[in-house]
């Protein structure tokens, strides 16, 4: 029986959880997040999305002809998601040409290792990144002003449909993988479980340091 999506999901719970439930999203929900938290999170997240769009542009380049459209339906919403950060940014007057902090350009990094990795590799990795915001903005329940449109970004039907869709491909592509590739597959999943949950403290401890003494 080859890999799936699900069977990632289901032989690693612990890792999904740590990277799909935390604090910073608790605190959104709740609204006890500082605006130092969100305003890091923002600026960063801007920085991953350059580097996750051009990622969706090299899995496009490797994906068999029936995996093209819905690749293409993800980067015309990624061409939206970039404009719509940097309106978001220009409302809380936030420089976008900050330096990726160490998490971010680690996790950056990881995005541009995958080049040269199988299609089934690289498409395990697009569906968890994916999944990953899509469970964590919608885990806390509805979220209050101003994070509803944040949480609806990633939490909305349509992007659930993608999300299943991204799934369905990466179980295509992992059902004619050989046991090597699935190895590199199920790493490279526990790679984005660990560096999304890394993504979230790294914003949560953004406020520490204004917060010390
Ligand atoms: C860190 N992971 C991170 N940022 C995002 N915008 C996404 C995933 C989108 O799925």
Redesign the pocket.
């Known amino acids: 029986m080859s890999l799936t999506c699900q069977t990632l999901l289901q032989t690693y719970p612990a890792a999904w959880k740590k990277a799909t439930i935390h604090p910073f999203l608790t605190g959104c929900h709740s609204g006890t997040l500082q605006p130092t938290q969100f305003n890091t999170w923002l600026v960063?997240?801007f920085l991953?999305?350059k580097d996750?769009t051009r990622m969706v542009g090299r899995v496009l380049a490797v994906a068999p002809d029936d995996h093209i459209d819905v690749l293409l339906a993800g980067l015309g919403a990624l061409k939206d998601?970039l404009l719509w950060f940097e309106a978001k940014a220009a409302e809380r007057s936030l420089n976008l040409a900050t330096p990726s902090q160490p998490t971010?350009q680690r996790?950056r990094e990881f995005m541009a290792s995958l080049a040269i990795a199988p299609y089934a590799v690289q498409s395990t990795a697009l569906w968890a990144?994916?999944?990953?915001?899509?469970q964590g903005w919608q885990l806390p329940g509805p979220m209050p002003a101003p994070y509803t449109e944040f949480a609806d970004r990633?939490g909305n039907p349509g992007f659930t449909d993608y999300v299943n869709l991204l799934a369905a491909q990466a179980d295509a592509a992992l059902a004619s993988a050989n046991s090597s590739v699935e190895a590199q597959a199920e790493a490279a999943f526990l790679r984005?479980a660990d560096?999304?949950a890394a993504?979230?403290q790294m914003a949560f401890a953004s406020g520490d340091e204004e917060m010390g003494d």
């Open positions: 960063q997240d991953f999305v996750f998601e971010c996790y990144i994916e999944y990953a915001y899509n990633w984005v560096l999304e993504f979230w």
